[in-house]
């Protein structure tokens, strides 16, 4: 008599078996993207902030949420964010600006704990600044004149 290795409760038989997954099971505990920001926003409005910075906050943190296809807080991460800073058609100042809210909102995040770590602190963005123009000695002669 030939014994399978496996007999008992460890026998299987030749049929499928599906593995849920876990992730899936998790979510309904995970805190939805949309009803956070709502929940951001008006302790914002309650804290004082100035209606257009806040406007200009959702309008910016919506648009990262929907470029990367963020459902739950817990789908926010360091790599999502350099996607979303990499696929801007922008300037480098313009995505100083959308980074600098998006940092302001993720505080929000971690000051209410939905956010374990301040993964955003590390990006930065740098940015030429322009060198301005040097005065011709003609402008200081002038200028001296006017002070005598």
Same mark, same amino acid.
């Given at each position: ?31 939805? $993207?949309?009803?956070?920001?709502e ?6 409005? $309650? ?6 910075t ?5 309008? $910016?943190f ?8 963020i ?6 991460? $360091?790599?999502? *964010? ?23 909102? *993720? ?35 002038? *200028? *001296?004149?006017?002070?005598?």
């Amino acid at each position: 008599m030939s014994r399978s290795r496996k007999h008992g409760v460890f026998a299987v038989s030749g049929d499928v078996v599906a593995i849920s997954n876990k992730r899936k099971e998790l979510r309904k505990d995970d805190k939805e $993207i949309q009803k956070t920001l709502e929940t951001i926003f008006h302790q914002m409005r $309650i804290a004082g902030n100035r209606p257009r910075t806040i406007e200009s906050y959702e309008y $910016i943190f919506k648009q990262f949420v929907e470029m990367c296809h963020i459902e739950y807080v817990e789908d926010i991460n $360091i790599d999502k *964010l350099y996607h979303y800073l990499d696929v801007l058609e922008v300037t480098p100042a313009t995505k100083l600006i959308r980074l600098k809210s998006i940092k302001a909102v *993720l505080s929000k995040f971690y000051n209410n704990s939905w956010i374990k770590e301040r993964f955003w602190s590390i990006i930065q963005i740098k940015i030429d600044k322009g060198v301005k123009k040097g005065t011709k000695e003609s402008d200081i002669d002038k *200028l *001296l004149q006017l002070i005598d």
